[in-house]
Antibody
Framework: QLVESGGGLVQPGGSLRLSCAAS????????MHWVRQAPGEGLEWVSF????????YYADSVKGRFTISRDNARNSVYLQMNSLRAEDTAVYYC?????????????WGQGTLVTVSS | DIQMTQSPSSLSASVGDRVTLTCRAS??????LAWFQQKPGKPPKSLIY???NLQSGVPSRFSGSGSGTDFTLTISSLQPEDFATYYC?????????FGGGTTVEI
């Protein structure tokens, strides 16, 4: 199970930190993603972190503003979002990478809504 | 970045119909493609990984095929619960990229 938290309303230029608590599986053996979906739009991949945290990737749209991290002792993954823009408004999903090489996401959280507006 | 194009963007079908959705990559991604189903107000559900492998618990009426740049998701006999939006995702190269989605409507 993946449970996101930390979403809410924030002004443009502000910051927010999303958290995702994992349970029911060996979190420290799985790679994780953040994926977002703007209202009425499709899915957009945001960021990836390897199981050790040593490998990280970002979408160009968030590079330099968002930071992904994880705490395997707390079974959690995080997304620190700075310099937020209106176009960052979306439901943010925490997602687990499947166990096979390049198999994509196999499990999704329920999502947390981030609204960037003045 | 690899661009993923899904077609059609929407289609109308009836219960019992055989439905085929298409996803095309802008470059060769081998078989590193996944399919997802999403219903309004819900998170996506993972259906298929590596182009043709069903995720655990997914009904056998769903099947996937393809390699290289052209992929298909087939629903052999459409059920009422299958009316949803379907997305493909290329998993070969970062940044990962989703297709724009295909909405299956009644």
């Amino acid at each position: 199970q993946l449970v996101e938290s930390g979403g809410g309303l924030v002004q443009p230029g502000g910051s927010l930190r999303l958290s995702c608590a994992a349970s029911g599986f060996a979190f420290n053996t799985y790679e994780m993603h953040w994926v977002r979906q703007a209202p009425g739009e499709g899915l957009e991949w945001v960021s990836f972190i390897s199981n050790s945290g040593s490998t990280i990737y970002y979408a160009d749209s968030v590079k330099g503003r968002f930071t992904i991290s994880r705490d395997n002792a707390r079974n959690s993954v995080y997304l620190q979002m700075n310099s937020l823009r209106a176009e960052d408004t979306a439901v943010y999903y925490c997602a687990r990478q499947g166990g096979y090489y390049k198999s994509g996401v196999d499990n999704w959280g329920q999502g947390t809504l981030v609204t960037v507006s003045s | 970045d690899i661009q993923m194009t899904q077609s059609p963007s929407s289609l109308s079908a009836s219960v019992g119909d055989r439905v085929t959705l298409t996803c095309r990559a802008s470059q060769d991604i081998s078989t590193f493609l996944a399919w997802f189903q999403q219903k309004p107000g819900k998170p996506p559900k993972s259906l298929i990984y590596r182009a043709s492998n069903l995720q655990s618990g997914v009904p056998s009426r769903f099947s996937g095929s393809g390699s290289g740049t052209d992929f298909t998701l087939t629903i052999s006999s459409l059920q009422p619960e299958d009316f949803a939006t379907y997305y493909c995702l290329q998993c070969n190269t970062y940044p990962l990229t989703f297709g724009g989605g295909t909405t299956v409507e009644i």
